[in-house]
Each structure stands twice: as structure tokens, then as C-alpha cells.
């Protein structure tokens, strides 16, 4: 299995990172791709994945880290661009990037709008896949990605409507705490992600886990009616 969505830099995994790796190892997960959330976030996943060979890496500008002034938005993401443009041999992706229109994020749609795209600019230059937030914004994720006939990307824990999702050439990743895309989509468009240390499927008071994506396994063979070992290959594979 691989985890194709977690935040193994977090200060919860900052003590036990050995042991949350050993677990996820025995649980059956073979890699885990750590996202970054910016520019310093992105330099601890850089060491980690050199010093880790479970752990593959993803540089880049989570919506939620957006500055909410135009320079200094710009400025970050000129950053986050030069790590990834210095580091491409080392990693398998761009994210977290993408965008965020819950009324927490102080940054306006419009400047969110203008970093991602800027970030798929580069993923489009560099080959790399993009890994997409975009709690509700999915549509608008979706049109800014389409804009980009060669682009790769997966949408994590979308929570737009399947109609959004159904007829793209995205992937979507499936957290334990389940997602409303599994009837609505081949299992060639999906793959696994614990999005840890949140998702978590009992709630936002438990620390969620790698060795957790077992439990997406389970809830897609169920929603599917497949066998686990299918769900398995196949979602390494995508």
C-alpha cells in the first residue's frame, strides 16, 4: 500500500517518527508521501526523504499559508518555486497546493487562485504530479487544473461534488474517514491517503496514522463490492 497523502513534519510525529514508520512498515505500507505546507515546512521534508527511503517528498504552498498581502504571497511562492526547481531529483510531486475557501483562510480567493497557479505552472515544467487541497473549492481546483492540458494530479480528501470529479483525468485519494467519490468513480481514478496526523475516522480528537489507510482499503472494497487484494494492487498502481 502507499500512502499518497500525509504530513509526516507535523510536531505530533516530531518525538516518534521511528515508530510511526515501523508500525506503518508492518501494517503493510510501503511508502508515504509527505506533503509541505511552505517554504520552511518544505526544507524538513527535503531532509527527510534523504535521510528516509520509506518516505517520498512534495514541495509546496498550502492555501491555508498563503500570505493575505499580494507581495508577500508572491514572495513565498517564489520560494517554494526555487526549492522545487533546486530539488526536482528529489522528489515526486508538488504539494500540498491548491486552494482553501473556508472563512478561516485569510487569504482572498483571487491570491489563492494566483499562487496555485503559478505552482502548476512549474509542476507543468518540471513533469511532476500535483497533490491538491481544496476544501470547498473543488470546482474551482478542477477549472484551474483544466486549464493545463498535460498537467497530473490528485485531488486529497475532495469534498466537491462527485459530478465535479466524474470525466476528469485527476486521481482522488480515499482517507479512513471515508469519501462520497467511491460509488461514483473506477477504481483506476482512486488511491489511498491518511492525510495524518488529521482524518482521522473517529474524529478530529484522535491523532490519525499511515498504517490507517488499511481502513480506505476496506471502506473501497465494501463500497465496490472487490476483494481488498484488488483494491491493493490497483491503487499502487494508479
Known sequence: MIDCHAH??????????????ARSAMAGVEKIVAVSEDPDDAKSVLQMVKERSEVLGCVGLHPENVPADAWSAEDTTDKVLKLLEDNKEWLVGVGE????????????????TR???????????????LNVHSRQAGHYAIQSLQKHCTVTALLHAFD????????????????????????????????????????????????????????????IAAGKDIPNEQVVKETTAN
Do not use: M, W
Not at 509526516?8 to 514508520?21: A, H, M, Q
Not at 488529521?198 to 489507510?213: C, M, Q, R, S, T
Open 8 to 21: 509526516l513534519t507535523s510536531e505530533v510525529f516530531r518525538i516518534n517518527l521511528d515508530e510511526v514508520l
Open 97 to 112: 497546493v491548491g486552494l482553501d475557501f473556508t472563512k478561516h483562510v485569510e487569504a482572498s480567493r483571487e491570491l489563492q
Open 115 to 129: 499562487c496555485f497557479e503559478r505552482q502548476i505552472e512549474k509542476a507543468v515544467a518540471l513533469n511532476l504530479p
Open 160 to 219: 466537491g461534488k462527485p459530478s465535479y470529479a466524474k470525466g476528469t483525468s485527476f486521481f482522488y485519494s480515499v482517507p479512513a474517514c471515508g469519501s462520497r467519490l467511491i460509488p461514483h468513480l473506477p477504481l483506476s481514478s482512486l488511491v489511498l491517503e491518511s492525510d495524518s496526523p488529521a482524518l482521522h475516522p473517529e474524529g478530529k480528537e484522535h491523532v490519525n496514522f499511515p498504517e490507517n489507510i488499511s481502513i480506505s482499503v476496506n471502506l
